[in-house]
Structures are given as structure tokens and as C-alpha cells.
Antibody, heavy 123, light 108 residues
Framework: QVQLVESGGGVVQPGRSLRLSCAAS????????IHWVRQAPGKGLEWVAV????????YYADSVKGRFTVSRDNSKSTVYLQLNSLRAEDTAVYYC????????????????WGQGTTVTVSS | SYELTQPPSVSVSPGQTARITCSGD??????VYWYQQKSGQAPVLVIY???KRPSGIPERFSGSSSGTMATLTISGAQVEDEADYYC???????????FGIGTKVSVL
């Protein structure tokens, strides 16, 4: 079945780094944009980043620009989110989600979500 | 930065109609999507492209959009519809996404 599975979360000190992974299965991975969305404890959803289907275009929220980097390996059906210079306010559940359109240049909505991986930034 | 505005909460009695609004200056040019999120779970798409319902979503969920406002309507709300609901759209560049703050729907 169509599925996204995140991994890589954990507890990390401020200023340190972490790499999250999002493994896809059950669909043609290389034709879909993939988004990252996060949710801080008790807060709403925050869009974080997106990567185009071929990895050539990447866009970020202002809150993470310059610190986070999204990449993908279509041969492994996996998207990565590198989190650098982590801050306490980056503490959240991080979801990856599939854009519902295929082979498009712009973002649309997300129709498939993973269950999320938790990142806690604390000393 | 682009914002989508939602009411923080909506309360209805079982069987009544709940309406959740989402306003944003860019909505005339972009699609709106609605997500349901129950406690401790990942979001679920309930309406896409303003008014389309994914397979498996009950018919009591419907969406509309006119001008700068979109509305999610739950007709005959059920207790199991209690959740947070988020509207989502692309920003003016079409390259980034934006969520509303979320609306907590109580059915009691």
C-alpha cells in the first residue's frame, strides 16, 4: 500500500545536527514532490520544506532557511531532511507528506502522510 | 508572509452543521485543502482542490471557496468528527505551502 515512513528523530542538544529520513513505498516516488511539515507540542501544523520530484528545486520556510536542507534519492525512494544549528523551537513532530499532483513545478496539497518522527532539542 | 486565518474553535451539537472558515488574500488564485487531525495522529486529507472529497471520506464533509474565503462544512456532525481542522494553500509564489492556525471542532 502507499506509505511514507519517517525515521531519525531523537533528542539533541542546541546547536547540534540531525538527519531525518522519509522512506516511500507503494507508488511511483520519482514523480511526486515531497513536503516536510512539523508540529510543535500543543501547536498547529507548520509547513517546513518541499523538494521537487527530480530534486532540482527546493524551497523552505523562513524559519528554517539556511539551517535545514532537503534532498532525495529516487533510487532509494527516500527523502532526507538535514537539520543543522538546531534550536529549542525546532522541537516538534516532523512529518513527510506526498504532494498529490505528479510531475508538477508548483506545490499542491498533500494526500499521503507518514506517522511522524519526534525531534527534541534540549540541553 | 502569507497567512490563512481560521477561527480557533467551533462547537456544535451532534447532528448539527459545523462550518469552519479560512480566509486569505491569495485564495482566489489557489486551491484550498482541508486536513483533519485527531489527537496523536497524523493529519488526514478531507477536502482537496476547494471542494473535492477523497475516497473514503464521508459525504457529510464538503468544501467551498469564493473570493478570499473558503469553508469546510460538516453536515450532521458526529462525535467522531471532533478534531482539529487545518486549511492549507500554496503561497503567492506557488513554491511554498501555508497552513492556517487550525480550528478545534467540538461536538457535544
Amino acid at each position: 500500500q502507499v506509505q511514507l515512513v519517517e525515521s531519525g528523530g531523537g533528542v539533541v542538544q542546541p546547536g547540534r545536527s540531525l538527519r531525518l529520513s522519509c522512506a516511500a513505498s507503494g507508488f511511483t516516488f520519482s514523480t511526486h514532490l515531497i513536503h516536510w511539515v512539523r508540529q510543535a507540542p500543543g501547536k498547529g501544523l507548520e509547513w517546513v520544506a518541499v523538494i521537487s520530484y527530480d530534486g532540482s528545486n527546493k524551497y523552505y520556510a523562513d524559519s528554517v532557511k539556511g539551517r535545514f536542507t532537503v534532498s532525495r534519492d529516487n533510487s532509494k525512494s527516500t527523502v532526507y531532511l538535514q537539520l543543522n544549528s538546531l534550536r529549542a523551537e525546532d522541537t516538534a513532530v516532523y512529518y513527510c507528506a506526498r504532494d498529490m499532483r505528479q510531475l508538477v513545478l508548483f506545490v499542491y496539497g498533500m494526500d499521503v502522510w507518514g506517522q511522524g518522527t519526534t525531534v527534541t532539542v534540549s540541553s | 508572509s502569507y497567512e490563512l486565518t481560521q477561527p480557533p474553535s467551533v462547537s456544535v451539537s451532534p447532528g448539527q452543521t459545523a462550518r469552519i472558515t479560512c480566509s486569505g488574500d491569495g485564495l482566489p488564485k489557489t486551491y484550498v485543502y482541508w486536513y483533519q487531525q485527531k489527537s496523536g495522529q497524523a493529519p488526514v486529507l478531507v477536502i482537496y482542490e476547494d471542494n473535492k472529497r477523497p475516497s473514503g471520506i464521508p459525504e457529510r464533509f464538503s468544501g467551498s471557496s469564493s473570493g478570499t474565503m473558503a469553508t469546510l462544512t460538516i453536515s450532521g456532525a458526529q462525535v467522531e468528527d471532533e478534531a482539529d481542522y487545518y486549511c492549507y494553500s500554496a503561497d503567492s509564489s506557488g513554491n511554498r505551502g501555508v497552513f492556517g492556525i487550525g480550528t478545534k471542532v467540538s461536538v457535544l
